[in-house]
């Protein structure tokens, strides 16, 4: 999966320390990021790499983790960079390039600088929020309030039954590749609780048994994962659609069910537990 990235390790720990000239410097605009021009494998610039680099912390160059012990920075404003060695290329490339270490890397940038992007001022009486010196936490020094990243919980549920797996495909998300049952833990709930709500809602099924299996920080959509197999509750098997959110779902055997190769998705390897008779 995508976090699996041994043996690099990854080091979360907020420790803003000066970078170094081979520290890594994460750009983005949006859901593009600066990288460079090469073919079939992925390199970030690194500060020895940027003309004249500023190496200061600041409003403007944030100090993101590390791997092993190479630092990772971010730059909040666009870098001077030679075009002839670094371009701008979708976000979407941190699902299937090499190195993988540096694609999670990449990908779990992304998700801080969305939330530093869209975070600026306070929510509350609108002034500049500031960055702690002690933790990842931007605060208000105006009105007080404390913005820690935002992760949402959510969960997908390989239902079992009679040997069988329930497998979904959404609707209108362009999606053409059949899936578990997904959704995201709502204010109140536990995540046991998300699991039979959102079997409910998308199938119209109830499930008893509930194993955990594992969970994945999935960065593309500030998600935390957690992975649950389930068995129907009962005999009957028959779907009842919620067609605003799934085009179709069907019971399949681990011959039939549909699996993409294995990849960087929790869901996959599900999938792959299911049809290798390891569930
Ligand atoms: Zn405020």
Known sequence: MIQDI?????????????????????????DRVLVKRQEGSLSFPCFSELPAPELKLSQDLLYLFSIDDR???????????????????????????????????????????????????????????VHSS?????????????????????????????DRLLMSKYAGRGATHYALIAGFAEIGETIEETVKREVYEEVGLHVKNLRYYKSQPWSFSDTLLFGFFAELEGEDDS?????????????????????QPLNISLTSEMIWKFKNGEV
Not at 241 to 252: C, H, N, S, V
Request: net charge negative.
């Open 71 to 129: 630092t990772f920075y971010l730059a909040r404003q666009r870098p001077a960079f030679d075009e002839t060695l670094f371009k701008m290329e979708s976000i979407r490339i941190f699902r299937d390039t090499p190195p993988g270490w540096l694609s999670f890397a990449g990908i779990t940038a992304h998700q801080l600088y969305h939330w530093y992007d869209s975070h600026r001022f306070c929510g509350k009486c609108g002034r500049p929020l």
């Open 134 to 162: 002690k933790e990842r936490m931007l605060h208000c020094p105006d009105c007080g309030i404390m913005e820690y990243p935002k992760i949402s919980p959510a969960v997908i549920v390989g239902i079992l039954h009679r």
């Open 6 to 30: 041994t043996p690099h390790t990854y080091h979360n720990e907020y420790r803003p320390v000066p970078p170094e000239q081979e520290s890594l410097v994460l750009y983005f605009e949006g």
């Open 239 to 259: 779907i009842t659609l919620d067609t605003q959110e799934l085009a179709t779902a069907g019971w399949f055997t681990r011959e039939e069910a549909p699996a």
